[in-house]
């Protein structure tokens, strides 16, 4: 079975502080990672992917696989980054994508 | 285009009525998805569509009914409601899972 767990359902910080959400997963295959961001009163949006290893709005997120980690990581937060973020597990040759419960990131002026 | 489309926005639905949702597409994507969620909670796989052939269905109960006419169209038809099944429903569309999804905005809908 797959599964997801971000430790932190709210996670508060200054601006201009770093910031790291966890994420950690378990499945015995070949995962297939994201980082979904929802803010406020608008869709579920992707914002990274680790198979793309790029830096969306100056956020990166790196696997390690040893951990079985996705931890997201921006260095200097912004009031803007304010947002509900997910992190999913998919399969490599499946459909379906899981999510985890969320954490709620608060980036306080 | 690379939106996903829900209507309507919003539903407000008694338990004996039946209401479709609708969602489409235009990115060419392959796979289709239905996705419940609950305030404050992730969002739960309800559906999967795959060339337009249904590939996963997650125990929904069958008051719950998709239908995928074409490659670009997804509906769920809604048939005696529970107040329970208040929720945000998401549909999402992909070339495949390691690509990620596009999610549509939503339906709000509300069981009286």
């Known amino acids: 079975a797959q599964r997801v767990t971000q430790p932190e359902k709210l996670l508060s910080v200054f601006k201009g502080a770093p910031v790291e959400l966890k994420c950690n997963y378990s499945?015995?295959?070949?995962?297939?990672l994201f980082w979904y961001v929802q803010y406020s009163r608008q869709r579920l949006q992707l914002l990274l992917r680790h198979i793309s290893r790029e830096s969306i709005k100056g956020f990166t997120a790196d696997l390690n696989k040893g951990e079985t980690s996705f931890h997201l990581k921006k260095p200097f937060a912004q009031e803007e980054d304010s947002a509900m973020y997910y992190c999913?597990?998919?399969?490599?040759?499946?459909?379906?994508?899981?999510f985890g419960e969320g954490t709620q990131l608060t980036v306080n002026p | 285009d690379t939106e996903v489309t829900q209507t309507p926005k919003h539903l407000v639905m008694g338990m004996t009525n039946k209401k479709s949702l609708k969602c489409e597409q235009h990115m060419g994507h392959r796979a289709m998805y239905w996705y419940k969620q609950k305030a404050k909670k992730p969002p739960e796989l309800m559906f999967v569509y795959s060339y337009e052939k249904l590939s996963i269905n997650e125990s929904v109960p069958s008051r719950f009914s998709p239908e995928c006419p074409n490659s670009s169209l997804l509906n769920l038809h809604l048939h005696a409601l529970q107040p329970e099944d208040s929720a945000l429903y998401l549909c999402?569309?992909?070339?495949?899972?390691?690509?990620?999804?596009?999610f549509g905005s939503g339906t709000r809908l509300t069981v009286v």
């Open positions: 999402a569309s992909s070339w495949g899972v390691n690509y990620g999804y596009t």
């Open positions: 499945y015995s295959g070949s995962p297939e």
């Open positions: 999913a597990l998919g399969r490599a040759s499946g459909s379906r994508l899981t």
